[in-house]
């Protein structure tokens, strides 16, 4: 058996004085400032690739809860309308702001106080948040910008516009409904497409409770941009169904262009050739312009 210690004794021993430090030797630093001088020998380590990704990544604001980006939830709403979640913004990205989220991911990554070696943080970044059913309906759509000034009905793709590219660093979905875009630099230009993944048939909407096909000439350009010549398009049965008349379109569209056009613009009659109707019924996808105001 073995006898129990003395709490008493046990207190008394916690509580007596230690013995003295031995004292320094003349001109001699102490052991904190040694480990200090040692420390400030010892170059910032450089950041391991994944890190520095990582940062990169924030630098586009990836990761980001998007009650960051947005703080108050009107700003993704139809201005005037609370039941609409409808928006589109354009914003600016203070480098400083990314400069302090940079420190705070690094500083969890050195609990010991040390700071690593971090790139610059770039400027001139800025983007666009679209709130709207479009994101949800067409998860592909496309998203580009220039720089430039760009006309009405002028092509940014074709070299004779100036436009310059803006390079698109990130675009994606917040939730099934807001896109987040972000750009090298501002841009005077952005444009959003629907995608580019197939050739549709179709018409648009001409006078009330009609559709209508707006004639083309043999180049596919319409017969005139401003106010194209619009052919209403015939249904078959009751309207609501939606049952297009192809026979009677095609030759609606080909006495249309009889009278419209001259015989040197007049493309395949549609009435004769399935390539001519198709030319007539084809449904470019769409595009959204932005652009910079000048005012």
Request: glycine share 8%; charged share 15%.
């Amino acid at each position: 058996m073995h006898a129990l210690s003395d709490p008493r004794s046990l207190l008394a021993n916690a509580a007596a004085p230690t013995a003295a430090p031995l004292p320094a030797a003349p001109g001699a630093a102490g052991p904190e400032s040694a480990i200090s001088a040692r420390m400030a020998d010892v170059p910032a380590p450089m950041l391991p690739a994944y890190v520095a990704q990582r940062l990169d990544d924030a630098s586009l604001l990836a990761g980001v809860p998007i009650r960051y980006l947005v703080p108050d939830p009107r700003l993704l709403q139809t201005p005037g309308d609370h039941t609409s979640s409808e928006a589109l913004r354009f914003f600016h990205i203070d480098a400083a702001w990314i400069s302090a989220l940079r420190r705070g991911l690094l500083s969890a990554a050195s609990p010991d106080g040390r700071e690593f070696v971090d790139v610059a943080v770039p400027v001139g970044h800025t983007g666009v948040i679209l709130s709207s059913s479009i994101v949800r309906l067409y998860p592909a759509l496309r998203v580009r910008a220039w720089t430039g000034v760009v006309a009405d009905g002028q092509d940014p793709d074709d070299p004779a516009s100036g436009a310059t590219p803006v390079g698109l660093l990130r675009a994606e979905r917040l939730t099934p409904s807001v896109l987040v875009c972000v750009f090298a630099r501002s841009p005077d230009l952005v444009v959003f497409e629907e995608p580019h993944a197939q050739v549709r048939l179709g018409a648009h909407g001409g006078t009330p409770g009609q559709v209508a096909v707006a004639l083309r000439d043999n180049t596919g350009a319409f017969t005139n941009p401003a106010a194209p010549v619009l052919v209403d398009v015939p249904m078959r049965g009751v309207v609501s169904d939606g049952v297009v008349d192809v026979a009677v379109l095609a030759s609606r569209l080909g006495a249309a262009l009889s009278t419209a056009l001259p015989s040197t613009r007049r493309p395949p009659d549609p009435s004769a050739s399935s390539a001519g109707l198709a030319l007539q019924l084809m449904q470019a996808p769409g595009r959204q312009r932005y652009r910079r105001s000048t005012t």
